[in-house]
C-alpha cells in the first residue's frame, strides 16, 4: 500500500526538492514575490546567504557550480531583481557552469498586463540559459525543479532560470518528490579511442590543450600521470590553470590572455592539437588565429561533453562526444606508442613557461604587481583560493601566480568585472577553513564593493587586494592604442579602500611600495576580519610587458 503524500505548499515542495538534490548554500536578495520560499527554507539544512545585490547574488551561485560542478542556486525578485542577477546569467553560460536561478514573476491572474514589475523571463533570459521555463502549475514543482538540475549538468553545463508566480507558492500540493538527480556522463567509444591512438603514433608535436568544465580531482591527477608516462606536452586554456600543476614538468602554460609567445607559436607548429573539454573560445584561440576555420590545417582532436560544440566552429579530424573525467580515464588505459622528441618538446616547453613566470618584470612606480604575486604564490598555502574579475592587473595574475591545486582558481573566462568580491564570498562560505583572496582592480571592484558588508556580516576573513591605478585599465590601454592621447571617459576618482574596509567594520591598509605589502597581509591575517589592502599602482604599469606611454608612443609613431 501507498503511503498518502503529505500536503505542503509549493514553496516547501521546492525547497525540499533542493534538499533531496544535495543543495547546501543559497544566495539571495529578498524578495516579497517569494516569500513563501524564504519561509520555508528556514526550517530546512541550507544556509542562506543575503547579499546587497542581484549580480553578487548571482556570481556567487556561479562560483559554486564552477567550484563544484553542482548546480549552484540563488533565488531573486521580479523584474528589477531579475534582471540585476543577469551578469551572473552570462557569465554561467559563457563559463559552462552549472547553475539555477529562480526568480519572482507575479500573479498568475495578472500575466500580460505589464504589472508590477511583470517580466517575460523566456524573452529575457531565452539567450543565456539552457533552459528558463515558469511554473504555472503547482503540482509540477518537483518535476520541474529535477529537470532544472539535469539540464543545468548535463552536456555542456549552464544556467537554468524558472520563474515562480507568487500566488503559486502558496498553494497546497500532494505530489512525489523526484528521486535526486545523477549527472549523465559520456564515454568515449573504443573506434574513437584506437583512431585517437593511431593520430598519435603519427604525431612528431603533438599538444594537449585543457579546457572547459565537468572535471574532476580525479581526472586532474589521471592527465598528469598520462603525461607523465607519455611525455606529452600539457597547456592549458583561459583561467582553466588549475587543471594542472604548473611545476608539473609536462607543463606547457596557458593559452590565455598575453600567453607566452613561445607557447603561442608551439600551439601554432602542433602537428595535433587534442582539445580536452574546451571549446577554444576567441580568447585561448588569440582571437581565432591559433588554426584555421573552419577547417584546421593542423589535424585537431576535440573532446567535448556537449555534442552541439563539436564541429560549431573548428571541423575536427576526430571528434569525441565525451565529458573530460571519462575521456581522461579511457586515455589511462589507452596503449600509447610514445615518441622520445614529445619527452624532448614538454621538457623545452616547461622551461619556457618557469623563465616567463619566474620573475617578476620591472614595473613604473614603488608597487610591483608582479613581485606581488610572486609573494603571495610563495607565502600563501597551496590550497588558497584565488578569486578575481576582469581588468588589466589579471594580466599579473595569469602570468606569476600559480595554482599548484585543483579549482583554486575562481574567475570569469567571461572576464564579467565585479566577479572577484563575490566569488571569494562564496568560496569562504563553502570552505570556511581556507585562505580565500579576492584581487581587484579599483573599476572591477566598485562594481560589487556592496558585498563586502556581507564579508563582515557573515564574519568571513577574505583578503580583498584592490589594485587602484585611478582608471578603467583596460579600455584605456585599447584608448591610446587606437586614439593615442585622447583620453575620454576613462579617469576614475576612487576612495580610500582602507577607510572603505574599515568603515565596514573589517580591516583595512594602504600599500604605496612593494615592501609593504607582506607586512600588510600578516596583519590582514592576524586581524581576523574580512579586510582590504589597498595597492597604489603607477597608471603607467598597465602590463607585465609593456607601459601606457609606451603604447601611446607606438601608436603616435604609426599615426
Known amino acids: 500500500m501507498h503511503q498518502p ?13 533542493l534538499v533531496i538534490n544535495g543543495v547546501e548554500h543559497v544566495f539571495c536578495v529578498p524578495g516579497e514575490s517569494f516569500l513563501p520560499v524564504l519561509n520555508a527554507l528556514r526550517d530546512r539544512d541550507i544556509t542562506i546567504t543575503v547579499c546587497r545585490h542581484e549580480g553578487g547574488a548571482a556570481m556567487m551561485a556561479e562560483a559554486i557550480g564552477k567550484a563544484t560542478g553542482q548546480p549552484g542556486v540563488c533565488f531573486v525578485t521580479r523584474g528589477p531583481g531579475a534582471t540585476n542577477a543577469s551578469a551572473g546569467i552570462h557569465v554561467a553560460r559563457q563559463d559552462s557552469t552549472p547553475m539555477i536561478m529562480f526568480v519572482g514573476q507575479v500573479e498568475r491572474g495578472v500575466k500580460e498586463r505589464e504589472a508590477f514589475q511583470e517580466l517575460d523571463y523566456r524573452a529575457v533570459f531565452g539567450s543565456m540559459t539552457k533552459w528558463t521555463t515558469e511554473i504555472d502549475d503547482p503540482e509540477r514543482v518537483t518535476e520541474l525543479v529535477s529537470r532544472a538540475f539535469y539540464t543545468a549538468t548535463s552536456g555542456r553545463p549552464g544556467p537554468v532560470v524558472i520563474a515562480l508566480p507568487k500566488d503559486v507558492l502558496s498553494e497546497r500540493v500532494s505530489v512525489a518528490n523526484a528521486p535526486a538527480f545523477k549527472q549523465v556522463e559520456t564515454s568515449p567509444g573504443e573506434e574513437e579511442m584506437a583512431e585517437l591512438a593511431a593520430l598519435l603514433a603519427t604525431a612528431e608535436r603533438p599538444l594537449i590543450v585543457l579546457g572547459g568544465s565537468r572535471w574532476s580531482l580525479t581526472a586532474r591527477e589521471q592527465i598528469e600521470q598520462i603525461a607523465t608516462r607519455t611525455g606529452l606536452p600539457v597547456a592549458t586554456s583561459y583561467r582553466r590553470g588549475t587543471l594542472f600543476d604548473p611545476l608539473h614538468p609536462r607543463y606547457a602554460g596557458d593559452l590565455g590572455l598575453g600567453p607566452n609567445p613561445k607557447l603561442v607559436a608551439r600551439a601554432k607548429a602542433a602537428d595535433l592539437l587534442v582539445l580536452v573539454g574546451g571549446r577554444l573560445g576567441e580568447i585561448p584561440s588569440q582571437g581565432y588565429a591559433l588554426l584555421d576555420s573552419p577547417a584546421p590545417l593542423t589535424r585537431l582532436v576535440h573532446i567535448h561533453p556537449g555534442a552541439e560544440e563539436l564541429g560549431r566552429v573548428y571541423r575536427p579530424q576526430l571528434a569525441i562526444h565525451a565529458s573530460p573525467a571519462r575521456f581522461v580515464a ?46 603571495l604564490r610563495d607565502n600563501v598555502p597551496a590550497d588558497t583560493i584565488l578569486c578575481n574579475g576582469a581588468g588589466n592587473y589579471a594580466s599579473w595574475i595569469h602570468r ?27 568560496m569562504q562560505r563553502l570552505h570556511p577553513e581556507r585562505l580565500v583572496l579576492s584581487v581587484n582592480g579599483d573599476g ?8 563586502f558588508a556581507i564579508a563582515v556580516q557573515y564574519s568571513l ?17 585599447h584608448q591610446e592604442r587606437e586614439f593615442p592621447g585622447r583620453v575620454a571617459a576613462t579617469e576614475l576618482h576612487n576612495p580610500d ?36 589592502i589597498h595597492l597604489k599602482i603607477d597608471a603607467d604599469a598597465i602590463l607585465p610587458g609593456a607601459t601606457l606611454s609606451g603604447i601611446r608612443k607606438t601608436a603616435l609613431e604609426k599615426a
Not at 614538454?346 to 613566470?357: E, M, N, S
Not at 599548484?404 to 572576464?415: E, F, K, L, V
Not at 576573513?461 to 590601454?477: A, E, F, H, K, S
Request: overall charge negative; aromatic content about 12%.
Open 330 to 375: 579511457a586515455l589511462a588505459r589507452l596503449d600509447i606508442a610514445t615518441n622520445p622528441s614529445w619527452r624532448e618538446a614538454a621538457d623545452a616547453a616547461h622551461a619556457d613557461y618557469l623563465a616567463w613566470t619566474e620573475t617578476a618584470t620591472p614595473q613604473p612606480g614603488d608597487v610591483n604587481l608582479g613581485e606581488v604575486m610572486t609573494w
Open 5 to 17: 503524500l503529505k500536503s505542503r505548499t509549493a514553496a516547501e515542495a521546492l525547497v525540499d526538492q
Open 400 to 426: 606569476f601566480y600559480r595554482f599548484r591545486n585543483y579549482m583554486t582558481h575562481i574567475a570569469p573566462t567571461s572576464a564579467s568585472m565585479g566577479y572577484g568580491m563575490p566569488a571569494a564570498i562564496a
Open 444 to 451: 572591477d571592484f566598485l562594481m560589487s564593493g556592496q558585498e
Open 497 to 532: 579602500f582602507a577607510a572603505y574596509a574599515r568603515a565596514f567594520g573589517g580591516f583595512g591598509a594602504n600599500v604605496e611600495r612593494t615592501a609593504d605589502f607582506p607586512a600588510a597581509f600578516a596583519a590582514a591575517r592576524e586581524s581576523g576580519l574580512p579586510s582590504i
Open 461 to 477: 576573513p577574505i583578503i580583498v587586494v584592490v589594485c587602484d591605478n585611478g582608471m578603467y585599465g583596460t579600455i584605456r590601454m
